[in-house]
């Protein structure tokens, strides 16, 4: 068996006298694949961060090839062979991919002038390996979510790293793109990188990785070979208890029509998109990246001009603004949490009121304070959201905590349609379960939820429809009886059903 790359021991850290990791004992090899698993809050976080050079442990030490190390800085750890692929992008929107990826660590040719020829090839040779849509001169600005994310891959990927560390690297992903990922990851296997693999899809990690960590509170519960252990057992070792049926029962939504679009349409984006949601239905919106889902969700809130009928409960909607969509009855988690969706500087009690702020002024100009903080703990009751303090800033929170803020901040308005853009993105199982039962009691009250999703088994197990979209035009939809993989998979690729299927 090969040494160990990186050998961690008695790794522990504090943030403001709290324990958020203690003791942790770990290795990776090189030519394997780690798998990193744990609620929200676990610890995964800080011990990549540690890895990545980001933070710097209060205990414990870290080896690279049998020395200890200590990393001042990112810069540190790459050039010791460590690169991270974050959650959050970590991209200059004003900038090209291929200044993106090797921005900070440019390639000089003669007289240490910068070699764009060979940035540029280079980039375009890595997304290429991932199959990406996307150009070496493409701004990043215009790149969806899901392009952004693969462009942090080839980001990672530019240099000679013998670790790479990948957190939750598919959440943005299609099924093509996720073994695409997963051809090149066996690839860098084979090759003798070692790869840690972040994610709170345990069927993932039970296809991809080698071996599986697990934490929980910061402490490491479990590690196991992957053939040793199966994805029930990882979430039990999460969570510390048994996760029952996830998906919460569907009830037939025979509710009046809420939110009715007719001809929706806006320019390079999508074309002439119809569809309709009850009072207590969830209606989920599939397709491939770049099929127009979360476009049409912006134009139904006004942050892309459209031409169409937009109405709720009967009345005009039409948007030019998400303020005025919000004053229509709309509401919006967008699928950039951090990009578009909060402000990560600010308190949480502030991101949970961002919307809705204009309720909580007693008088023009003037918030009152206490009112905003009753909200936010009423919100942060509702969800389980784990923070001590609604004043902290939101940056201290896990991502699955991040997330559950912004669906707050979302619904706090009160809205009568509730438009989810991947709502569970990086969360564990069991905030996923939170999440899908309180977006079936929103429909169960009358909400009428317009669910996109990139997950296939999230859209199957929360829809009542799903209409699917392809190349920007609503190819068909799919009744709660026809729901499945293949049969949206066929609309979202134009393919036709073969007599073998």
């Known amino acids: ?60 030490q870290v080896y690279i090839e049998g020395q200890p190390v200590a990393f001042r800085s990112p810069s540190d750890a790459r050039r010791a062979g460590i690169s991270i692929v974050p959650q959050e992008f970590n991209l200059a929107s004003d900038l090209t991919v291929e200044e993106n990826v090797f921005l900070g660590a440019e390639l000089l040719g003669a007289g240490r002038t910068l070699d764009l020829a060979r940035m540029r090839s280079r980039t375009a040779e890595l997304l290429a390996q991932l199959g990406a849509n996307v150009g070496p001169a493409d701004r990043i600005d215009r790149l969806s979510a899901a392009q952004k994310q693969l462009v942090e891959v080839s980001k990672a990927l530019a240099f000679d790293a013998k670790l790479l560390i990948l957190d939750e690297p598919t959440t943005m992903l299609t099924v093509v793109e996720i073994e695409r990922l997963f051809a090149l990851m066996r690839s860098l296997r084979e090759r003798g990188m070692g790869l840690v693999y972040v994610s709170h899809k345990l069927a ?59 001809g929706l349409s806006s320019p390079g984006a999508f074309t002439d998109v119809s569809l309709t949601v009850r009072a207590g239905e969830i209606l989920g ?8 889902r979360t476009e049409v969700a912006e134009a139904l809130m006004g942050l892309r001009p459209s031409t169409g009928v937009v109405r709720v409960t009967g009345r005009d909607a039409r948007a030019h603004s998400a303020s005025a969509a919000v004053r229509r009855g709309l509401g919006y988690l967008s699928e950039d949490r951090q990009g578009s969706g909060v402000v990560t500087a600010m308190g949480v009690a502030e991101n949970m009121t961002l919307v809705s702020l204009p309720r909580y002024c007693s008088v023009p100009f003037v918030v009152d304070r206490a009112r905003e903080r009753q909200a936010a703990q009423t919100w942060r009751d509702r969800f389980d959201i784990k923070v001590r303090d609604l004043e902290a800033p939101l940056e201290s929170l896990s991502g699955g905590n991040q997330q559950k803020v912004s669906l707050a901040k979302t619904l706090d308005p009160g809205p009568q349609v509730v438009i989810v853009d991947e709502p569970t993105r990086g969360v564990d199982v069991a905030a996923k379960q939170e999440i899908y039962r309180f977006l079936a009691q929103l429909a169960g009250k009358g909400a009428a939820v317009l669910l996109i999703s990139s997950e296939l088994e999230e859209i199957i197990g929360m829809s009542d429809r799903v209409v699917v979209m392809r190349e920007g035009r609503v190819a068909g939809e799919l009744p709660a009886s026809a729901l499945g993989e293949h049969e949206i998979m066929y609309l979202a690729t134009g393919l036709e059903k073969t007599s073998a299927t």
């Open 1 to 60: 068996m090969a040494e160990p790359f990186v050998r961690v021991r008695g790794l522990g850290k504090e943030f403001g006298g709290h324990a958020v990791l203690r003791d942790v004992d770990a290795e990776i090899r090189p030519g394997e694949i780690v798998g990193l698993i744990g609620e929200n809050g676990a610890g995964k976080s800080t011990f990549m961060k540690i890895l990545a050079g980001i933070h710097e442990p209060t205990a414990g």
């Open 285 to 292: 919106l599939a397709g491939l990246v770049g099929a127009g």
């Open 204 to 262: 993932e990690v039970k296809t991809i990785c080698d071996r599986v960590i697990v934490l929980k509170d910061g402490d490491k519960v479990r590690e196991a070979a992957i053939a040793e252990i199966e994805p029930p057992e990882m979430a039990r070792c999460m969570v510390g208890r048994e996760l029952r049926e996830i998906y919460p029962p569907k009830r037939a939504a025979s509710g009046p029509l809420v939110l009715e679009v007719e």
